[in-house]
């Protein structure tokens, strides 16, 4: 079976087992060779356990993002950390950005580029979440950036974050918004 349909099964599965018991903790949540499936695409139990959790309570992300959004973590977890998990220490939501800092006048995006950067080198603590309902919307009212397209800018930026907020701004723009700090005549040129 392909990493992706072994995914999808297992996601099945998870939900299944989340309706019937959701107050299972997530290291208990898998059987062992579910486990050691998850550590091959670089992911830990408890990401697994959050989009299931979402999905069951409100619906989203959907199974198909999470796969989406898994495929860019193992595609960087093979190829960028040569499927070696690294000994970082987890970021926590302490450590994050507050969601009303700002980053060319973009509420929000510090946050969600330090959690973007934390779920390609699988540091996010548990209780985090890449693609959370908070993630969800800020993508979609800038830019409509799909969670795992945003996710792939943050691996090809390579931590330069310039090149993650023009990506930003570019879907903002070829979205048809506003572009922060642009006045109306800037906006007409710019669009």
Excluded: C
Excluded at 15 to 29: H, L, M, N, T
Excluded at 92 to 103: C, I, K, S, V
Excluded at 152 to 179: H, P, T, Y
């Amino acid at each position: 079976m392909e990493w992706n349909d072994h995914f999808m099964s297992l996601f099945r599965e998870a939900a299944e087992r989340y309706i019937s018991s959701p107050q299972s903790a997530p290291e208990r949540f898998y059987l062992p060779e579910e486990q050691v499936f998850l550590k091959s695409i670089g992911y830990q139990p408890a990401e697994m356990h959050g989009y299931v959790r979402e999905y069951v309570t409100k619906g989203a992300p959907t199974p198909s993002t999470a796969l989406l959004i898994a495929s860019v973590r193992r595609s960087f977890f093979l190829t960028a950390q040569r499927g070696m998990s690294g000994n970082a220490k987890p970021l926590r939501a302490g450590d994050l950005p507050a969601e009303n800092e700002e980053f060319q006048e973009i509420a929000y995006l510090p946050r969600i580029i330090r959690k973007a950067e934390a779920k390609l080198f699988g540091i996010l603590d548990s209780d985090l979440m890449y693609g959370d309902e908070k993630d969800l919307e800020f993508l979609k009212t800038h830019g409509n950036i799909h969670p795992a397209d945003f996710l792939q800018m943050a691996a090809s930026a390579r931590s330069d974050r310039q090149k993650l907020v023009a990506a930003v701004l570019n879907a903002m723009r070829n979205n048809g918004e506003v572009l922060p700090g642009a006045t109306p005549e800037d906006q007409k040129t710019l669009l």
